[in-house]
């Protein structure tokens, strides 16, 4: 994206202001285009009401023009290739260059006007999940309006009435466009720009794709096996650090287009639940938690104050959806002798390694070559050693002289001494310790007394 | 009235004859000898002999074990099946045998004087009678020629018979060696089996895995086994087909063989003109061709009216006046037509016909043969190069991909195994589309230069079975 770019334009959009000529309105606001994944920090409104905006993990929020006071967007549904971490690309479809769109940033009461333009081989349509609006523009293809054919442009018009976290999605060939990355983020700021004001708020979308290692497009039709969980459309070590300064009100919204559920844990902090995308939740309501779980079609706001320094964990807490594409079948190695058959099989072979005898960690210390466009099973290199994580994993790093709204990567926390785990290097007392892998049905002679039925 | 005879002497003269043909020495081994010299190549061809004595079954003895010293290509094992083939020996014989009558036909039959004693009633009567057949001798001429054709023929039978047995040899020599091959590549996918089967052992001896699906890796290992145990029988079976051919036995048959079989060569031989081919050099071809000659001389036709393809015979009372007919390519075997006349000659013209015909269908099949072989050799080829350029790259490559995957932990060893096993078995099927590719040029050859694959000149065991299990 070329930000000052398209505020030139949007300058020269404006000279047409107070002219209400059908040409004029025809004329199409510049739809801006991203060409990274690289989080890009949102500078403040240059016109309509002021807000404080929002931070797109991995993402952008997308500008606009103002034309007789109404705020204009452009969204280009278009086939993008999306980094999903070095290393890996992937063929989706997305909006202006990205998988996901831009984030659209309005404050409540604006009216908006949305061109979507469809550069898709196929039809779609686009619906504002959550947001309460006039029937015809809710974006269901075929009960509340045409498709948009491929190369056709459509406009929804509405007024964003309610301050609150929402997301856009087609509702048109819907399975297959979310599987393939069509989705984004929207935020509906307060009229007051200080009302529930935090320092930081933070948002993404988490998504989940079937891509075969070595290949670069989703396989459409998966419906719970995915082998990539992300966080816009980013995995570990792709998704940038959740970088706040000591004391920071932070919010992080959430919204899960996913097809399943996402336990997030956050480390070292307590959390509320702020909000969904039904609305706020009144203060005296909202409960404390260190993990959400976000439902399918769902979204949280969780709002914290980061008053612990340090980098801290943040991540979903199903430990499967931690990791990147893995052979689900593969069967498990733990306490197998292989070494005997290890040499028969590299006679066969050459290049063959025996694996998982103790485990998997081996994975993320030995580099071993994979297939191309594929990232390792677990991955990530931190301060003591691999960090061993894929998938939904990011860091929230808490600094003390982190500059108010610097979001730049502050390195690895080096914790005060003292206050981190260490070795024990006194006297070792033999630890009774059972031999791996010897228990077996029917070694040990089993007395239960069964009383009426097991449960 | 009671008449006896009694024969008391039946003598028979020699009766000396000027211009009697000889016996050919080595039987006329010597014009097969020729006829083959285009056929094989040199280092296939020994120098054919009839062994009828034990100096020569010495030098013979001797000559084989000299070409069993060295590893076996398959020109040597023809040249030592063309030596030692004891069917062959025997269709040597028939030679001899050709020969003989031939001469024997060239002579008069020798005069004989019968002294016989005639009893009526009381009174005996000597007979004296000196015979000779006069009528043989009119005839001698007519039976030295049929005599003489038949010798010539039976040179070309042996001369196919050679051809035979030489391309049974060589199809005999790449079963065996790819047998070879084919088990030594089995015992691999064995040994894979072995490695997956002993993993699904340790790892359910942990509790890591099921009984039954560790019992599944202890099946395929039983059935790779199994299926190995059949690959070495083939083999045993291929290498022994080739023994009978080269009639070996006892220490002669510890030949050895090379491990793999030729490469093919890098462009397949490309023929245009195989009907023509076929039409000009085979065997079976030319003996009916002599017999027509034969046959017409024998019926004492000379005035031939003109020469006729005999492809065409079919023909020929529909388009007697007409243009030759243009066959396309000029492919044909011309023979000649002649002017029955009256109709006394209805049974010489009946025979020539019957002998037309008979050559029509042969000259026919012969073609439709050349073709066939031909197409086979060519597909026996591309499916061959296909094999080895394609296919078994592809099944290497995708070897390659797994054990990235494998890396990856995204697969398990056990399908890296069986990928492995399927990488052997397209390697072996890459050497058994290279053996069809070899036989296939042996059966082009024999097609095209020696006689109709149904042509039995010799009793040759056939296979039992190819030696393709996998
Ligand atoms: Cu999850």
Known sequence: MNRRQFFTHSGVGLLGAGLISRAAAAALPEAASADSAATQIPVAPPNGRPFHP????????????????????????????????????????????????????????????????????????????????????????????????????????FIARHAGTYMYHPHADEMVQMAMGMMGFWVTHPKDPNTMRVDRDFVFLTNAYDIEPGAYTPKVNTMLDFNLWTWNSRAFPGIDPLVCRLGDKVRIRMGNLTMTNHPIHLHGHRFVVAGTDGGWIAPAARWPEVTVDIAVGQMRAIEFTADNPGDWAFHCHKAHHTMNAMGHQVPTMIGVDQQKVAEKISRLIPGYMTMGSTGMSEMSQMQMPLPPNTLPMMTGEGPYGPIEMGGMFSVVKVRRDQKPGDYSDPGWYQQPPGTQAYEWLGELQPAPRAAAGRARPGDMEMRVKRNGHAH | MLTATRTLLALSLPLAFAGCAQLQPDAGLGQVQQEMQTRLPA??????????????????????????????????????????????????????????????????????????????????????????????????????????????????????????????????????????????????????????????????????????????????????????????????????????????????????????????????????????????????????????????????????????????????????????????????????????????????????????????????????????????????????????????????????ENLLRYNGMLISVFELLSDSRAQILSVNAAIQAQRDYWKADADLQNALAGASPRFDALSLARPAQSASSH
């Not at chain 2, 030098?59 to 030592?80: F, G, K, S, Y």
């Not at chain 2, 009381?122 to 005839?139: G, N, Q, Y």
């Not at chain 2, 209805?346 to 073609?367: G, K, N, V």
Request: no cysteine; hydrophobic share 45%; glycine share 6%.
């Open chain 1, 54 to 157: 929002v931070i797109t993990l991995n993402g952008w929020s997308l500008p606009w023009r103002m034309k007789n006071s109404v705020k204009e967007f452009h969204l280009i549904a278009e086939p993008v290739v999306r980094e999903i971490a070095p290393g890996m690309v992937a063929h989706l479809w997305g909006y202006n260059g990205q998988s996901p769109g831009p984030t659209i940033e309005v404050v409540e009461g604006d009216r908006v006007r949305v061109f979507v333009t469809n550069k898709l081989p196929e039809p779609t349509t686009i619906h504002w999940h959550g947001q309460i609006l006039p029937n015809g523009m809710d974006g269901v293809g075929g009960l509340t309006q045409p498709q948009i054919p491929p190369g056709k442009t459509y406009v929804y018009e």
């Open chain 2, 43 to 400: 280092a296939a061809l020994p120098a054919l002999a009839w062994d009828k004595g034990s100096a020569t079954a010495e030098q013979r003895r001797a000559q084989v074990q000299a070409l069993l010293d060295e590893p076996l290509t398959a020109d040597t094992a023809v040249r030592i099946a063309l030596l030692n083939n004891g069917e062959l020996q025997a269709r040597f014989a028939e030679l001899g045998l050709a020969d003989a009558d031939r001469v024997i036909a060239s002579r008069l039959p020798n005069p004989a004087l019968i002294l016989a004693r005639q009893v009526q009633g009381a009174s005996v009567e000597i007979d004296r009678s000196f015979l000779f057949d006069l009528l043989s001798l009119f005839t001698l001429p007519a039976r030295r020629d049929i005599a003489t054709r038949r010798y010539q023929e039976s040179q070309l039978a042996t001369a196919a018979a050679v051809m035979a047995l030489a391309t049974e040899t060589r199809k005999a020599w790449y079963d065996a060696v790819a047998a070879a091959q084919t088990s030594r590549y089995l015992t691999q996918v064995k040994e894979a089996a072995d490695a997956a089967a002993e993993l699904a052992r340790n790892m359910a001896n942990v509790g890591n895995m099921s009984r039954r699906d560790a019992l599944q890796e202890q099946a395929f290992y039983a059935e790779a086994a199994a299926q190995r145990e059949e690959a070495q029988a083939a083999e045993t079976a291929a290498r022994e087909r080739l023994i009978r051919l080269m009639g070996l036995w006892g220490q002669q048959t510890a030949f050895q063989l090379p491990e793999r079989l030729p490469d093919l060569p890098r462009h397949p031989e490309q023929r245009s003109e195989v009907e023509a081919i076929a039409m000009r050099d085979r065997l079976d071809v030319l003996m009916a061709k002599r017999e027509i000659e034969g046959l017409a001389k024998s019926l004492g036709l000379t005035r031939a009216t003109r020469y006729v393809n005999v492809l065409e015979v079919g023909y020929l009372n529909n388009s007697f006046n007409d243009q030759p007919r243009q066959t396309g390519a000029e492919v044909g075997l011309l023979l000649p037509l002649f002017d029955w006349g009256e109709a006394r000659n209805a049974r010489a013209e009946a025979l020539y016909l019957q002998a037309l015909a008979r050559t029509r269908d042969l000259a026919s099949r012969a073609r439709s043969q050349a073709r066939e072989a031909y197409v086979r050799y060519r597909t026996a080829y591309d499916l061959a190069e296909a094999y080895r350029k394609v296919i078994v790259p592809l099944r290497k490559q995708i070897g390659e």
